[in-house]
């Protein structure tokens, strides 16, 4: 076997494909009723008995300093029953994740416009704001910090810090082989910048919700949200309570992509219901969640590549700087994934990436579907198609002499589970009729440009080492002979109850209807960590995998004693209490050796894109994208088919319309009349192909599909539009004043 040979898979007939729109007829959402008739049961939509409003006074100022609160006038307002400060708060103030360093209100300082200093809750809305109005807050402004690359100056004035300590929230260095060796090996060398934007997640449904006293002494919360356990124990924390003093409810989400993984006002809800002793509704305006709500991470990226007069890679060297405005939710993870995600799947001599992450007056940002690989993704992918060019080879041929063997080290020498994703999709990729055609062609008299661009991309599973990658769930015989599996994960849309009904049915042997999900609330499931990071499906394949074997035998058992040919139903009525429930607990998959935010799972996936320009306006038309999947198993075909077409709109809106710019520390945009997304209008004609296999004794089972899509479609399109415009795209979103822009260059 050649050096060549080693990198190819065995012709496509060894890949098990289907195209899970067929297999979608056939698998029907349970909550589509619900949605389709507008009742899903929203938390946004819920009206608690004698609930007052709750309003938050934000900041107008991106960064100044608090000298006073007075809020006398607002409390002896008629219909006022509370207003809160940070002097209310009698337990942990601040909250966050890696780094906690969000106040529930600030009191010495704000950093962003919108920061919470005060809030009120009265019997009506009207009421609630004009209480706001007779708060007095006296700021003494401070220098605004609005570049990433000015906030990390070392000359910069203490008062510009937007923390004490700095603005350098976190920073990595990672190198690995002999870097001068590699590039003097290498025949050519490519260098550019690439610039991502800052993106809104633009959900419908806004950030609210309800927290109301139980009248125990303890608290209700019903709010949209990845982690119910985790609210809990913030809003626990924040008011000297015990966990189980708090009951929070987080499901069903009306459209989250990462936006609603941290909390927001969920604290100040909770804050203001303890104080009144009343249920109090928060809802966010759109205006007031552009301010306080988290972005996509805007990036520069520094790429510098190195080939062999071979056109395999020598070397890569990356420098990344990022800003994550006033605050950490999730930045120092999303800058790690940016890290891990820069070599790609690709196999190199030598790599040196280093990465920076800077705070800001520039609001917040956190997690965002794609979450920091999108970036370095988007930048990679052109990267390869210049290279190819380099070394006078198709972009595919040059992937795939490219390709890191299947059970190579992850992308940082970390262990990885063996897989072979890539160069299934790829392979797969390649062969598609779309790709076999030309690349590049005009019509219209040359008016209209069209390209077409293939990107391969992979992508990691479940949180990094070190992060909460433990699970808990509990499958049960529920009294009325329902098989239920309950787990803190929430529904975001993503139809997880439909494939939770589908894996029970493959595990257990029993049909889909006889399976109730239990989702998201604390006081009926356990801790089972973050919907997140394409995780959830994986887990519950895996807890299903695991308890299979119990359940059957319980099952068995009981019938031995009870009878063979009783119905679940009967057979729940004749146990009672001592019905079959299994606790199970999945640990870190990650082994104890790897590097701390590393991932040992992966997925992948590739797609070929197909795009017009029209060369008089700048209008870019997406027409067609071909998505390849390699993520295993379909564990419900209508989810599959959602998580990847609604990803690869995202996408297009990332690469062709949204960049929510901000100046002097204000959004130039507050609402969907300046801010604009891609809607149905603007989908292309989408093919999507999953590769079910996986190598052989795979321990992992399906990979996510929650994300890919958006990581996936990004570099294709920009890929696509680079071989329309004959030109290399190096900034993003690609406006049609900036396709103008390059098509006036020079060809390079």
Known sequence: ????????????????????????????????????????????????????????????????????????????????????THADIRGVAHYGLRKVDRPVLCHDKVRCVGDPVAAVAAVDLETACAAL?????????????????????????????????????????????????????????????????????????????????????????????????????????????????????????GGSYGGKDELTIQPIAALLAWKAQRPVRLHLTRPQSVDLGVKRHPMRIRMRTGIDAQGRLTFQQVDILADTGAYATHGPEVLDAAVEHAPGPYQYRAVRIQARLAYTNNGIAGAFRGFGAVQVQFALEQHMDRLAALAGMAPDAFRAINLASPDAPGPLGQHVVAFDGPHRALDVARQQGLWQGPHHWRDGEGRYAYGVGLALIHRSDGFGKGGPSESRMQLALAPDGLIELRCGFTELGQNLGGAIRNLCAQWLGCQPSDVRPVLGDTALTPDSGPVAASRATTLVWRALAQAKDEWHSLIARARAEWGESLSLAALAQRLGDARPCIDIELHAEDPATNAHDTHFVFGACAAVAQVRVDTWSGMVQVQDLVMCTALGPVASAQGYLGQMEGGAVMGLGMSLLEELECEGGHYTARNLDAYFIPSIMDAPRMQLIAIENLPPNDPIGPRGAGEISVNLAVPAIANALAAALQRPVSRLPMTPLRVIALLEQSPT
């Open 1 to 84: 076997m050649t050096e060549l040979d080693r990198h190819f898979l065995p012709p496509s007939s060894a890949h098990a494909l289907s195209e899970p729109l067929a297999d979608a007829h056939c698998d029907v959402r349970p909550d589509v009723a619900s949605k389709l008739t507008g009742n899903p049961g929203f938390l946004t939509d819920r009206v608690a008995s004698g609930q007052l409003r709750g309003v938050i006074l934000g900041s107008p100022h991106p960064h100044a300093r608090i000298l006073h609160i007075d809020a006398r006038k607002a409390c002896l307002l008629p219909g006022v029953i509370a207003v809160v």
């Open 133 to 253: 109005a007779l708060i007095e807050v006296t700021y003494a402004p401070l220098p605004l910090v609005d570049d990433a690359e000015a906030a990390l100056a070392e000359d910069l004035a203490p008062d510009a810090h937007v923390h004490t300590g700095g603005n350098l929230l976190h920073g990595v260095d990672h190198q690995r082989g002999d870097m001068a060796a590699a590039e003097a090996a290498s025949a050519h060398v490519l260098e550019d910048s690439y610039h991502t934007p800052r993106q809104m997640h633009t959900y419908l449904e806004t950030e609210g919700g309800v927290a109301e006293p139980d009248g125990n002494g303890g608290l209700r919360l019903f709010f949209g949200g990845h982690n119910p356990a985790r609210e809990r124990q913030v809003i626990a924390d924040m008011l000297g309570l015990a966990p189980d003093q708090v009951q929070a409810v987080g499901t069903p989400v």
